[in-house]
């Protein structure tokens, strides 16, 4: 089962595109390098100094035994935003992609809470209802759901062709927001669009 570990970092906004081109242009190839690597992406709201990066890992033990790297390059880069950083480690439990994605598309990033022991049921909902709402708005790329099993803590991706199409899908999130709280008793925490600086494959712009 895939893994991934999303850094969030909370920057000052001046100090950003410098902890950025960091991460894109030193840090990132060095991890892409690791045993079991599936790239990294960037995504970012320059205004407000935020950034999630997100490595993708071919299981939960390769994404574990990746820290004595990725560690080092986190504190290089938080030292650099002058901010702070949170670091969580997800199961990729579903994982859509109709287009690749490209730098400067749109990002839309859902923090949701489910109950640990419905987990699979979520998912399945996710994907019997979600997903064909989503690939039927223009200009959709691709999508993820993280899970946390033991918590319920889940986080769900969405990558857009660029922010118009991102702000027009805004109706399709809304209507998949409520039916996934009807369906699992979810509860969502947090709601979020980001552009994103780089796909795994792509460097900085």
Known sequence: MEHARLNLFTAD????????????????????????????SISADHELGLALVTSYWVS??????????????????LRRAMGTVSVEQYEVSSNQRLVRPHVGGGVRVTRIDLDPTR????????EDTALPWLADEGGFCSAHLFVHRRTGHAVEETVWQDAECLAASRSCG????????????????????????????????
């Open 119 to 126: 987990i699979d049921d979520a998912v399945a909902n996710y």
């Open 13 to 40: 906004p001046a100090r950003l595109p410098d902890a950025i081109g960091y991460i894109d242009h030193e840090a990132r190839p060095m991890i892409e390098k690791e045993v079991g690597s599936r790239g990294m």
């Open 60 to 77: 939960g033990d390769a994404m574990r035994e990746s820290a004595h790297v990725t560690a080092p390059m986190r504190e290089e880069a």
């Open 174 to 205: 809304a209507a998949i927001r409520r039916d996934t709280v009807a369906a699992t008793d979810a509860v969502i925490r947090s709601l979020a669009e980001l552009k994103l600086v780089a796909a795994p494959g792509e460097t900085l712009a």
